[in-house]
């Protein structure tokens, strides 16, 4: 679905219902385990990882919850074009994925726990091509690694998912390496927290959310950190 956001909250409701038997975020949470392979990483300071999986929305207000996380930011990555627009990339034919950089403090929250995070209430791991309503290649679940260590811990995590066997259906999570990242124009940043009654957000994105409250209360922050805002998290 393309996310047309001067259109009226009744209109949008109306357009988005027919969708919503699919199955919604609330629905699709699993209970991750901890990752039995998340090491340190060798690099002092802050750290940033892009992960994709659907409408960067939800991702984005999922992870600016999280403890650690400094920033995350909506954008573009997995696509030869450069600087890509929005209607670029909604239009399936650039390769890029909606995606979020997650800035984070790795002595608050690591690489594997954010994994988790985003295994089990960002989004459906199940899912090809496709999350919930939005359909297509820009709405991949995607892990763009920025170094062989995160490479290496993210390909371990699915296996170990895997063997696990929590989800019905097989993962299919591609791990990639990041080329490049784009941030979305500034109308889909903070999105979650400037529109919390816009239909998409509350079908959609507001149960990720609390799902990330409950499952994760330790990791879980009350106040959001914003683009917006552009101020660390203490």
């Known amino acids: 679905m393309r996310h047309v956001v001067g259109i009226s909250l009744i209109a949008a409701a109306l357009f988005i219902a027919p969708w919503h038997s699919q199955g919604n975020a609330a629905e699709m949470a699993v209970p991750t385990p901890t990752p039995t392979f998340d090491p340190a990483p060798t690099a002092s300071g802050m750290q940033t990882m892009v992960i994709a999986g659907g409408c960067f929305w939800g991702v984005q207000g999922v992870f600016q919850h999280v403890k650690g996380v400094q920033q995350a930011v909506s954008g573009y990555a997995g696509g030869a074009k450069k600087n890509p627009s929005y209607e670029d990339v909604s239009s399936g034919d650039t390769g890029h994925a909606e995606a979020v950089k997650i800035t984070y403090d790795p002595?608050?929250?690591?690489?594997?726990?954010?994994?988790?995070?985003?295994?089990?209430?960002?989004?459906?791991?199940?899912?090809?091509?496709?999350?919930?309503?939005?359909?297509?290649?820009?709405?991949?679940?995607?892990?763009?690694?920025?170094?062989?260590?995160?490479?290496?811990?993210?390909?371990?995590?699915?296996?170990?998912?895997?063997?696990?066997?929590?989800?019905?259906?097989?993962?299919?999570?591609?791990?990639?390496?990041?080329?490049?990242?784009?941030?979305?124009?500034?109308?889909?940043?903070?999105?979650?927290?400037?529109?919390?009654?816009?239909?998409?957000?509350?079908?959609?994105?507001?149960?990720?959310?609390?799902?990330?409250?409950?499952?994760?209360?330790?990791?879980?922050?009350?106040?959001?950190?914003?683009?917006?805002?552009?101020?660390?998290?203490?």
């Not at 995070?117 to 309503?133: D, E, R, S």
């Not at 066997?165 to 784009?182: G, N, S």
């Not at 941030?183 to 507001?206: C, K, M, R, W």
């Open 107 to 234: 002595s608050k929250v690591s690489y594997g726990e954010l994994l988790r995070i985003f295994f089990a209430v960002a989004h459906n791991p199940t899912q090809l091509n496709y999350q919930g309503p939005d359909h297509g290649t820009q709405y991949r679940s995607d892990i763009f690694y920025t170094d062989e260590a995160q490479k290496k811990v993210a390909e371990a995590y699915i296996t170990q998912l895997t063997e696990a066997r929590l989800f019905k259906e097989p993962i299919v999570t591609k791990v990639d390496a990041l080329q490049a990242f784009y941030p979305a124009e500034g109308y889909h940043q903070d999105f979650l927290t400037l529109h919390p009654s816009y239909p998409y957000i509350v079908i959609n994105d507001l149960p990720k959310v609390e799902n990330l409250k409950k499952i994760f209360p330790t990791a879980y922050s009350e106040t959001p950190v914003l683009v917006s805002a552009a101020t660390p998290r203490t």
